[in-house]
């Protein structure tokens, strides 16, 4: 059978061969009979030959594949007049087939688990992908935000800042100045008072008024009971008290500004009476 289909090809193909041959002859033998002077084109003769070869090789694949499904069919044939017999080979050759039938099973199933796998595998793509694109427009708004911050920086006055900064720090002076009057800590100062200079006003005896109010201490008993008792010290009076010394409250009435305490203020008392900054 595989002889004679072999065969039948070959008388094909040379027929084939022989009846295009014999077409470029017929050409040639018109070209040159219309035009006895010209010579035969070789791009034509080229273009036949690359036919012709490519009609072989077409030949040549179509006998192979022919070749192969008669041996399949042959196969066949043989494998099913085999099972009709009850021998051991037909036994082997149906634990064979139900073999390759569980292993094509496996087989469509792994696909279709593999199917199921790439599946999801695409849903992690897709969801990643979508994830990438989300944060990138995340991150192109906060360019956005920052540039817009940036240009309002850039177009503020260079005047609205420096008053912003002016009443930001008045507040604070304010604050500190209140804080450092409440807080300070008073320092003694010793008052300019002028004494009275000893040279040109000499110094006063106080032993003088004094003599003729206490009784001197060699004086009789007789003479104390004679008086009726001690003196009474309700009549010693310090009138021999410098007449150039001067009195207190002149001189804090005359001492300068710098000297005195400041009185508080309003501010200063709410913040007293408050305990502290709020």
Known sequence: MQELL???AG??????????????CNFCFAGEEGIPDQAIDEKIMESSIEVLEREMDEMEISYRNKTLA??????????RNKLMDEDEDS????????HIIMLSTAILQSEQQSRELE???NEVKRSR???????????AQIRDIKRKRKAELENMKV?????KVHGDLQKKIKITTIVQNVFQVVKPHAPLIKFPDRKSTPKPKMQDPLQSRVPPLHASSAQI????????????SFSGRTQGTPDTVELVRTLPQKYRRKPLSSEEMEYIQRGGPE
């Open 6 to 8: 072999f065969c039948m």
């Open 11 to 24: 008388i094909f193909l040379v027929l084939r061969i022989f009846s295009a041959f014999y077409t470029l």
């Open 70 to 79: 008669l041996q399949r069919i042959q196969v066949a044939d043989a494998l």
């Open 91 to 98: 036994k082997f050759i149906r634990d064979t087939t139900k």
């Open 119 to 121: 599946e999801k595998l």
């Open 129 to 139: 992908i979508a994830l990438k694109r989300a944060g990138e427009c995340k991150l």
């Open 159 to 163: 005047g609205e800042i420096l008053e």
């Open 225 to 236: 009971s004679a008086g009726g008792g001690p003196p009474s010290h309700q009549h010693i």
